[in-house]
């Protein structure tokens, strides 16, 4: 079965830079649409951005936009969230997601994904 594998969570200082990575195993990667979402105490999950080599599509939340990328290497079947300039209110749980099945107008929605890896911890200090 489809299993994801965050690594590269820390405590980065507002500012800095901080590469998250997520490998896919048990299935074909292109398949599936990949994306980063994040998630603090109380609040709901909220996407960061996502990647869907089927779609030709990459989004990106509004308050990302301009500071972090997300990149597919399909060589290795990863998918990378570069963090450029984090704040420190972007403190969080960072959760890799993909999705085989999930089509365009869900890239932004939480719901859209079905795997999920296990979260990594995000911590910018100021």
């Known amino acids: 079965q489809v299993q994801l594998a965050e690594s590269g969570g820390g405590l980065v200082q507002a500012g800095g830079s901080l590469r998250l990575s997520c490998v896919l195993s048990?299935?074909?990667?292109?398949?599936?649409?990949m994306a980063w979402l994040r998630q603090t105490p109380g609040k709901e999950r909220e996407l960061v951005a996502a990647?869907?080599?089927?779609?030709?599509?990459?989004v990106y939340a509004d308050a990302v936009k301009g500071r972090f990328t997300i990149s597919r290497d399909s060589a290795k079947s990863t998918v990378n969230l570069q963090m450029n300039d984090p704040k420190a209110e972007e403190t969080a749980v960072y959760y890799c997601?993909?999705?085989?099945?999930?089509?365009?107008?869900?890239?932004?929605?939480?719901?859209?994904?079905?795997?999920w890896g296990q979260g990594t911890q995000v911590t910018v200090s100021s």
């Open positions: 990647n869907s080599q089927r779609h030709g599509s990459i």
């Open positions: 048990g299935d074909t990667f292109r398949r599936y649409a």
């Open positions: 997601a993909a999705s085989s099945t999930i089509i365009l107008s869900q890239l932004r929605c939480r719901t859209g994904y079905g795997y």
